[in-house]
C-alpha cells in the first residue's frame, strides 16, 4: 500500500532563517505531488504542485520553492524565512489520473518567531 | 477558473441532529468534487468524491453528498451528529480537464453540542 511521510512534523525557525520541510511517498511511481499551506483559521491554500522529477508548478508568488529531485521527494524550502511564513504544511499526492483521490501527509507546524 | 466555496465558517449542531455543510462549486467544465475531513493537528482524510455516474455519493462515517449540477452545489449531509463529527471539513474541486490541480474552500468547523 502507499504511504506518506513528511517531516519534521513540528519546527521553530527564526526570522531570516533557511526552512527545509521533506515528504516522501512510498509504494507508488510517478506521482503528482503537492505542497499545501494552512494559515491559522484559513482554509488550505495550494503553494506548489509537480507532475514529474524537475517539474514544479507555482501557484502564487512568495518567499518558498519546491524542488523535486526524485520521483517520489518533495522538497520545500525557504532562504530567509518570514513571519508570514508560519503555518501549517501538508505534503500531498495522487495517482497521474484525472480522476484519481489527493492523499495528505500528517502535516508539518511551522513557526517562525 | 475553478473555485470552491463552502458557506459558513462554523456550523453547530446538537447530537443527534442533522448535519449540513455547504460547498458551491465554480467550474467551467464538469468537475470532480471531493469532502475531506481534518481533525485537530492531522493531515486531511477523504470523506467521499464525486467522479461520475451517480450524483448521490456515500461515504464514511455516514457522510454523504449530493451533486447538483443545476445548482453548482455539493452539500454534506449526515442524518444523526455524533460527538466525533467534530472536525474540520473541506470541501474541493478538481477540474475535468486536469490532472494535477485541486483547490479547497476554506473550510467549515463542525462542533457538537451535547
Known amino acids: 500500500s502507499q504511504t506518506i511521510h513528511q517531516w519534521p512534523a513540528t519546527l521553530v525557525q527564526p526570522v531570516g532563517s533557511p526552512l527545509s520541510l521533506e515528504c516522501t511517498v512510498e509504494?507508488?511511481?510517478?506521482?503528482?505531488l503537492y505542497w499545501y499551506r494552512q494559515a491559522a483559521g484559513r482554509g488550505l491554500q495550494l503553494l506548489f504542485y509537480?507532475?514529474?522529477?524537475?517539474?514544479i508548478s507555482s501557484e502564487v508568488p512568495q518567499n518558498l520553492s519546491a524542488s523535486r529531485p526524485q520521483d517520489r521527494q518533495f522538497i520545500l524550502s525557504s532562504k530567509k524565512l518570514l513571519l508570514s511564513d508560519s503555518g501549517f504544511y501538508l505534503c500531498?499526492?495522487?495517482?497521474?489520473?484525472?480522476?484519481?483521490?489527493?492523499?495528505f501527509g500528517e502535516g508539518s507546524w511551522l513557526t517562525v518567531v | 477558473a475553478q473555485s470552491v466555496t463552502q458557506l459558513g465558517s462554523h456550523v453547530s449542531v446538537s447530537e443527534g441532529a442533522l448535519v449540513l455543510l455547504r460547498c458551491n462549486y465554480s467550474s467551467s467544465v464538469p468537475p470532480y468534487l471531493f469532502w475531506y475531513v481534518q481533525y485537530p493537528n492531522q493531515g486531511l482524510q477523504l470523506l467521499l468524491k464525486?467522479?461520475?455516474?451517480?450524483?448521490l455519493v456515500k461515504g464514511i462515517n455516514g457522510f454523504e453528498a449530493e451533486f447538483k449540477k443545476s445548482e453548482t452545489s455539493f452539500h454534506l449531509t449526515k442524518p444523526s451528529a455524533h460527538m466525533s463529527d467534530a472536525a474540520e471539513y473541506f470541501c474541493?474541486?478538481?477540474?475535468?480537464?486536469?490532472?494535477?490541480?485541486?483547490?479547497f474552500g476554506s473550510g467549515t468547523r463542525l462542533s457538537i453540542r451535547p
Open positions: 509537480s507532475v514529474g522529477i524537475g517539474q
Open positions: 509504494g507508488t511511481s510517478n506521482p503528482n
Open positions: 500531498a499526492w495522487s495517482e497521474p489520473l484525472k480522476e484519481n483521490t489527493i492523499y
Open positions: 464525486y467522479t461520475t455516474g451517480a450524483t
Open positions: 474541493a474541486v478538481r477540474k475535468y480537464s486536469s490532472a494535477s490541480k485541486i483547490i
